[in-house]
């Protein structure tokens, strides 16, 4: 599948969440082969996935400087330890996700 809109700065690694105080390698069994890297379409549907959190979370940023006038930056955090405690996506995921919502909102 063709990648070419995904941002090259969007994460590469495999996107696991996994939880736990152990820590854990995540890998792919391809072809009788375990690899720690994404296909171009595993790749792209997370990206298309993480674009779509991030749209719906302009507006909830948008709605929470509106009920709690503050820093942006510290907007910014609040929407990071609540998407952090659901668990949707890797931390680079959501390193990439809180990047790409402060370009969209100006911030």
Same mark, same amino acid.
């Given at each position: 599948?063709?990648?070419?809109?995904?941002?090259?700065?969007?994460?590469?690694?495999?996107?696991?969440?996994?939880?736990?105080?152990?820590?854990?390698?995540?890998?792919?069994?391809?072809?009788?082969?375990?690899?720690?890297?994404?296909?171009? !379409?595993? =790749?792209?549907?997370?990206?298309?996935?993480? *674009?779509? $959190?991030?749209?719906?979370?302009? /507006? +909830? @940023?948008? %709605? !929470?400087? =509106?009920?709690?006038?503050?820093?942006?930056? *510290?907007? $910014?955090?609040?929407?990071?330890? /609540? +998407? @952090?405690? %659901?668990?949707?996506?890797?931390?680079?995921?959501?390193?990439?996700?809180?990047?790409?919502?402060?370009?969209?909102?100006?911030?």
């Amino acid at each position: 599948m063709e990648t070419d809109s995904i941002p090259e700065d969007f994460p590469t690694a495999i996107s696991a969440v996994v939880p736990g105080a152990q820590p854990k390698l995540c890998v792919l069994r391809r072809v009788g082969l375990y690899v720690a890297d994404q296909d171009d !379409d595993a =790749r792209r549907q997370r990206w298309l996935m993480c *674009e779509d $959190l991030t749209s719906q979370l302009v /507006s +909830v @940023a948008v %709605k !929470d400087t =509106r009920g709690r006038p503050a820093p942006h930056e *510290e907007t $910014l955090h609040r929407i990071r330890l /609540s +998407v @952090a405690r %659901k668990c949707w996506v890797s931390p680079a995921e959501l390193d990439w996700v809180i990047k790409r919502l402060r370009q969209l909102l100006a911030w």
